[in-house]
């Protein structure tokens, strides 16, 4: 005869054991945080890293500010006369000048070229202050660089909102007083990525 007192026990038993193979399982299956999640019916993907844990391997990293760098007019005369297609007149004056304060002014500095570094402005004048033409100095940590020339009388050069560069010259009459030019012109200039183009020219009559 079957003893019934036991059948309880046991199968109390077998469910214990079946609660904690459950256990077993579940925390086998999540105890990794990367573990795999399924996205509709397709192939398991794996979870994507947390971004709490900084940047990934593959992104760029912040671009540094570049060092300033400063330049003299000594160091822009050496790269000019250093430069074989120079505009023979600006040779001329910078072969005989050595106080540099008496053929060169310091002009804007402007970003035209919207490089790391700037460019600047210095225009070519007599002894008398009488200015006959302007250069665009690229100036990088190598040392400075002409990136465009032109000649002109009275010259005023400004940097627009548009980065392009603003050229007011004088343009003389045969009876114009030497102060006083009978036609402003103001020319536009923008550096194309290769070289600096005219986009526009305008002539202005004096009072």
Same mark, same amino acid.
């Given at each position: 005869?079957?003893? *019934?007192?036991?059948? !309880? *026990?046991?199968?109390? @038993? $077998?469910?214990? &054991?079946? &609660?904690?193979? =459950?256990?077993?399982?579940?925390?086998s299956a999540c105890g990794s945080g990367e573990g795999l999640r399924v996205e509709g019916a397709g192939t398991p993907v794996l979870s994507a890293p947390s971004s709490e844990r900084g940047f990934l391997p593959t992104q760029a990293p912040t671009k540094?500010?570049?060092? =300033?760098?400063t330049v003299n007019l000594a160091q822009v005369r050496l790269a000019l006369l250093g430069n074989k297609?120079?505009? !023979?007149?600006?040779?001329?004056?910078? @072969?005989t000048c050595f106080?540099?304060?008496? $053929?060169?002014?310091?002009? !804007?500095?402007?970003?035209?070229l919207q490089s790391n570094y700037p460019q600047l402005v210095v225009m070519?004048? *007599?002894?008398?202050?009488?200015?006959?033409? =302007?250069?665009?100095? @690229?100036?990088?940590?190598?040392?400075?660089?002409?990136?465009?020339? &032109?000649r002109g009388e009275r010259?005023?050069? *400004?940097?627009?909102?548009?980065?392009d560069l603003v050229v007011e010259s004088g343009i003389f009459a045969v009876d114009d007083k030497p102060c006083c030019p009978s036609v402003t012109r103001v020319e536009i200039y923008h550096w194309n990525g290769r070289q600096m183009i005219k986009l526009s020219s305008q002539d202005q009559k004096g009072d």
């Open positions: 005869m079957r003893d *019934t007192r036991r059948t !309880p *026990t046991l199968v109390r @038993a $077998c469910r214990l &054991l079946v &609660l904690v193979l =459950a256990a077993v399982l579940t925390l540094r500010t570049p060092p =300033a760098v297609e120079l505009d !023979p007149f600006f040779r001329t004056v910078l @072969a106080v540099f304060e008496r $053929c060169m002014i310091r002009g !804007p500095t402007v970003n035209v070519i004048h *007599t002894g008398d202050k009488f200015v006959y033409g =302007a250069v665009l100095m @690229a100036i990088e940590p190598r040392g400075p660089r002409e990136v465009w020339s &032109l010259l005023k050069i *400004t940097e627009s909102q548009q980065k």
